[in-house]
């Protein structure tokens, strides 16, 4: 039977594709979405993704909807740890490992048909990141994402709630939980499966185990703990996940004001030696309309700042702007933000909003 905390991890996966489904990723689930890059495990189904050297086992794999000028198209590897401790230097030496032999493989087979393609990892943890762990992962350009912060704290406490809840309802019909099934299932209730996926009927043995009721569980507990997030781009190459304290506040507000200045400030709950918690809010009149939050791991700090602090730097004498986040929406048709298309969005950082800063990050 499977751990709780590998399940939350799973699950976790799982919740974050969703999130980031808003921000134009659509998940690819089989080979028949790319003959080319993407195969399956004839002995368990897994997704596989080619590499020059290998095949790649994937649990989650995102596509971005928009293709960046003058680049190829770009596919995010998700991987998420629900661990008691921080995530070490062995995690991200797999992700730089998978990385760099799948961006390798249009070596292998080159056809002037096949579109070559950029991947990028995200590798997720709800117990941050340990300070040898996040300077490699910067150095190799992997994405970092600290869900250890306070805003999400109730998100996280939910999903090892459940996956401890799942395990143990599971193991009193089936010896092998059924992994598959659920992520299928879940994935056809949160709406990320893509249309253009065939739904395979897997046969793993369920027992007496309601596969069925326990996702529509799981996608209530979600619906009432989880409102959105946004993934925000700085100007370096980190992205962010950031959470609105309510989205729909931040989506009203920034539907009509598109570029608008705003304010960053320290979280004192969450203000650790490897991490810390800041906090975004609109500058002048609305400033309480919306709030989001994010927890950026040291290292990421220094870099995902590190332009803004230039720019202020640079500016500063005349009372200009700093940097900015831009922030990428896509509501998929979903009618409860009645609006169309997706929209983009700057929020610019005022200098003088930028001096609380460690010292080592000048």
Do not use: C
Not at 24 to 34: A, E, I, T
Not at 220 to 230: C, I, S
Not at 314 to 328: R, T
Request: cysteine-free; charged content about 25%.
């Amino acid at each position: 039977m499977i751990r709780p905390d590998v399940l939350a991890g799973y699950l976790l996966e799982e919740f974050i594709a969703s999130l980031i489904q808003s921000s134009g990723y659509r998940l690819l689930v089989q080979k028949s979405q790319d003959r080319f890059d993407l195969k399956e495990s004839p002995r368990t189904g897994d997704l596989l993704v080619r590499g020059r050297g290998g095949d790649h086992q994937v649990d989650v794999l995102g596509e971005f909807s928009i293709v960046p000028a003058f680049s190829q198209p770009l596919r995010l590897f998700v991987e998420a740890k629900a661990r008691g401790q921080r995530v070490g230097l062995p995690a991200l030496r797999n992700a730089v490992g998978t990385l760099n032999d799948v961006n390798e493989a249009w070596m292998v087979g080159y056809s002037k048909n096949r579109v070559r393609r950029l991947y990028r990892y995200g590798l997720f943890s709800t117990s941050g990141f340990s300070a040898p762990a996040q300077d490699y992962a910067l150095a190799h350009q992997i994405n970092i994402v600290d869900l250890s912060g306070p805003e999400w704290s109730d998100f996280v406490s939910m999903v090892m709630a459940s996956a401890e809840e799942l395990v143990r309802v599971a193991s009193r019909h089936v010896d092998r939980f059924p992994i598959r099934s659920l992520r299928r299932d879940l994935r056809l209730e949160l709406g990320t499966m893509p249309r253009d996926a065939t739904i395979n009927l897997y046969e793993d043995d369920l027992g007496g185990f309601d596969i069925q009721d326990s996702v529509m569980t799981l996608k209530t507990r979600f619906g009432e703990v989880v409102n959105g997030a946004l993934l925000a781009f700085p100007a370096g190459h980190q992205v962010l996940l950031v959470r609105p304290d309510n989205l729909e506040m931040f989506l009203a507000f920034a539907i009509q004001n598109p570029t608008h200045r705003v304010s960053l400030s320290v979280d004192r709950r969450h203000e650790g030696e490897l991490s810390r918690t800041w906090v975004i809010r609109p500058i002048g009149e609305g400033r309480e309309r919306y709030s989001l939050r994010l927890t950026l791991p040291t290292s990421v700090e220094k870099i995902a700042l590190a332009e803004t602090d230039r720019l202020a730097q640079s500016l500063a004498a005349k009372g200009e702007l700093g940097g900015h986040l831009d922030i990428y929406w896509d509501p998929h048709g979903q009618e409860r933000f009645q609006m169309r298309g997706p929209r983009l969005f700057r929020l610019r950082f005022a200098g003088s909003d930028l001096r609380q800063r460690r010292p080592d990050l000048t």
